[in-house]
């Protein structure tokens, strides 16, 4: 496609499920990035891919968050035993390189929605 | 990362100039100061960086003073649509490249 897809765009869950959410970069791009962002909150870095290798998980907040990315293409980020603080939009960026003068390019986002 | 300071909110006359400052005093000189925009509800939008030199495109203008210890960002004909949070970003070359988002500015245009 010609942007950063991500899916689901919504999900609600029960507490306590695992949860996985998808993003497919750019084509080409060899830099990922995850974030998410609480309800009327900034955006929080949680994880940054170069290829396949993960070298920056400084922003995941406990070990119940993974992230694995595979071909150097498609990312999943997993919740397990997902919490009410869990609920946020999930949002997953890409870029070229991961160089510092390169922009970001942002999917919509996965709204999830613990109960 | 250097931090950003921006004021938490602004108001803009469609139609006006909407100028968003942005104070980085700790910048350093190898950092970039980065733009980005959120309107509601969708992902952040790119709009503009540079380096030490002011940089212009088809978005918005970026005026850096020249001890680079802060900047403005300049949308020379703001229109309704241009209602959205702008983050000002200064992003290390050697962090990995990640961008660390403030709370940045709710620009509100009004008619």
Not at chain 1, 28 to 38: D, N
Request: charged share 20%; net charge neutral.
């Amino acid at each position: 496609g010609a942007g950063v897809s991500q899916s689901p765009s919504n999900k609600v869950t029960e507490k306590g499920k695992d949860v996985e959410l998808r993003c497919d970069p750019i084509s080409g791009h060899t830099a990922l990035y995850w974030y998410r962002q609480s309800l009327g909150q900034g955006l929080e870095f949680l994880i940054y891919f170069q290829g396949n290798s993960a070298p920056d998980k400084s922003g995941l907040p406990s070990d119940r968050f993974s992230a694995e990315r595979t071909g150097g293409s498609v990312s999943t980020l997993t919740i397990q035993r997902t919490q009410q603080e869990d609920s946020a939009v999930y949002l997953c960026a890409s870029s070229p390189r991961g160089s510092p003068n390169e922009k970001l390019f942002f999917g919509s986002g996965t709204q999830l929605s613990v109960l | 990362d250097a931090k950003t300071t921006q004021p938490t909110s602004m108001d803009c006359a469609e139609g006006r100039a909407a100028n968003l400052p942005c104070n980085h005093s700790t910048i350093s000189g190898n950092e970039y100061v980065y733009w980005y925009r959120q309107i509601h509800s969708q992902g952040p939008q790119y709009i503009i960086h540079g380096l030490k030199n002011n940089e212009t495109n088809e978005m918005a203008s970026l005026i850096i003073t020249e001890d680079r210890k802060s900047s403005t960002l300049i949308l020379p004909h703001a229109t309704l649509r241009d209602t959205a949070v702008y983050y000002c970003i200064v992003r290390s070359p050697s962090n990995t490249g990640k961008l660390i988002f403030g709370q940045g500015t709710t620009l509100q245009v009004k008619p």
